[in-house]
């Protein structure tokens, strides 16, 4: 242990400066209320106050602090999407992350480990070609290689003709990495805590103040906030929020499940995905092979699991992976999914004036956190939709403008 390390923890007159400034008491107006404590509702508090110089926000959640869909996704983070607005959006997402432990002053533990799309079929493959191209000519690295390019990439994976559905090849992504998730709605917390931002746990809203057609603060379970301007980033409650202030999403919200196994040495370096099999897997840094697949086929506002997912995720999981048949699965949990018909986000202005939405995320929200928070602290700051977020604004569902990623983003979280 270096003498300097020794002298610094055994010294009785340090005092480590907290993580998080709590602020018991609410105040009655701010200008920035933010409903939703998760990755997404951090991260604009964050940019609000570095970027913009914006400190006076109150970030509120009826729960505590990220322990929604931040703390029950599977922490995948990629560019490869299927149209050129998801792979640019995507791309700056990646370009944030590589990053952010240095920005936050927190080891998010940010590890490349190669993404597997699998094809099954000639149509996979087709697919394949065409995601690859998209994503080359925006600058993002993907092609499509063979059955024996996974097989000497990725060994453990079961590449054998004899299966029901033999791999013909993959959308090979390199810069698929993986990340801590509870690590990344900490550092933005920290960070935006320590610049002046309060964040409160606990405080339900349970109604938006309105006069005329703006927004002008909320109503809670702690009592009446005032704000110039108010954000929604609620993941699968957005439908029951924006109600409260008086207009419609197209979202429909489906329960979206996951597990993990007990852990097990390093075997398995890459995360792979199989659009036609609905599975997708990683291994963890604890050693923990984590698995999912699609959303459930009905909509439903419960995180709880069932036999039925795990009983399909395995037959074939275990297709791809024999060595997996003697793991025990450690835990299993759903998070909420709020899907849009096009399988995008709906980000930016809303038909009420000074409300902004962020919702919309279905199977990628996570991967969208830096990005998401970057952009949106951007759109409440100048009161104007970024460039990048023009694609996803919710007035694409009248001019029937969609922005259709269910290729892409509908399994491969």
């Avoid at 703390?71 to 990053?99: D, W």
């Avoid at 922005?403 to 491969?412: H, I, N, P, Q, T």
């Amino acid at each position: 242990m270096p003498f300097a390390l020794l002298k610094y923890g055994l010294n009785p007159r340090h005092r480590d400066a907290p993580q998080f400034r709590w602020h018991p008491e609410l105040k009655r107006n701010y200008d920035i209320v933010i409903i939703g404590a998760g990755g997404h509702g951090l991260a604009t508090a964050y940019y609000l106050a570095s970027r913009h110089g914006i400190t006076n926000i109150a970030v509120l959640d009826k729960a505590w602090m990220g322990g929604g869909n931040t703390a029950r996704n599977t922490t995948i983070i990629r560019a490869n999407y299927l149209t050129p607005e998801g792979v640019a959006f995507y791309k700056e997402s990646v370009e944030l992350f590589r990053g952010l432990s240095e920005e936050l002053d927190i080891n998010i533990m940010y590890s490349e480990r190669g993404h597997f799309t699998l094809a099954h079929t000639d149509a996979a493959m087709r697919t394949a070609r065409w995601r690859a191209e998209v994503n080359k000519h925006l600058g993002v690295d993907s092609e499509v290689i063979d059955a024996d390019e996974v097989a000497r990439l990725c060994p453990v994976m079961n590449v054998s003709d004899k299966v029901r559905y033999p791999i013909l090849g993959a959308l090979y992504h390199p810069p698929g990495a993986l990340a801590r998730h509870d690590a990344v709605a900490w550092g933005y917390a920290k960070g935006a805590m320590a610049r002046g931002v309060e964040v409160h746990p606990g405080t339900e809203v349970t109604g938006i103040l309105k006069e005329g057609d703006r927004a002008v603060g909320v109503e809670t379970t702690r009592g009446t906030i005032y704000a110039g301007k108010v954000m929604q980033a609620v993941a699968g409650s957005s439908s029951r929020v924006s109600a409260l202030a008086g207009f419609r999403l197209p979202i429909k919200t489906i329960p979206l499940q996951a597990c993990v196994s007990e852990p097990v040495k390093p075997i398995l370096d890459q995360i792979v995905v199989s659009g036609s099999l609905h599975v997708y897997i990683s291994q963890s840094a604890r050693g923990e092979m984590v698995m999912g697949g699609a959303t459930d086929p009905y909509g439903l506002y419960s995180a709880r699991s069932t036999l039925d997912f795990k009983e399909g995720l395995m037959a074939h999981m275990l297709e791809l992976f024999p060595f997996m048949a003697e793991l025990r699965v450690l835990r299993q949990w759903a998070g909420l999914a709020d899907m849009t018909p096009d399988f995008s986000p709906i980000m930016g202005l809303t038909p009420i004036r000074g409300y902004y939405v962020d919702s919309g995320w279905g199977t990628w929200g996570f991967k969208a956190t830096p990005v998401c928070g970057f952009r949106m602290a951007e759109c409440v700051a100048t009161g104007r939709q970024p460039d990048l977020l023009k694609p996803f604004a919710l007035d694409r569902f009248h001019s029937f403008d969609l922005v259709g990623e269910k290729g892409a983003a509908s399994v491969g979280h």
